[in-house]
């Protein structure tokens, strides 16, 4: 069973930095690709930025690119999303997702994702 535990979310100022973790457990990994999304109340679930765990290749959305990082650690299994010069509207609980038949371009896409975190809540103060 897949199980996708994430960690790290908090409260920061405005231009602060925050570091999440998603720890991957009950299968290999190799060819899959790991998103993190995020959803503000009341709106939708969107994409920040994905990574594929064989060859490290990414992907951000506009609004994330040159503040955010996101990596993986193969032997420990997690993915980690590096957040800086943050911005009150980066407040959203963020979540960690799993895709197990990750193609070109459906990275983006929440409904292309198997596996998802129960999510961590990150807010940013003005």
Do not use: H
């Amino acid at each position: 069973q897949v199980q996708l535990v994430e960690s790290g979310g908090g409260l920061v100022q405005a231009g602060g930095s925050l570091r999440l973790s998603c720890a991957a457990s009950g299968r290999t990994f190799s060819g899959w690709r790991m998103g993190w999304f995020r959803q503000a109340p009341g709106k939708d679930r969107t994409f920040v930025a994905a990574i594929r765990w064989f060859g490290g290749s990414t992907n951000y959305a506009d609004s994330v690119k040159g503040r955010f990082t996101i990596s993986r650690d193969n032997a420990k299994n997690t993915v980690y999303l590096r957040m800086d010069s943050l911005k009150p509207e980066d407040t959203a609980v963020y979540y960690c997702a799993a895709d197990g038949q990750p193609s070109s371009n459906s990275y983006y896409a929440p409904a292309n994702y198997d596996y998802w975190g129960q999510g961590t809540q990150v807010t940013v103060s003005s």
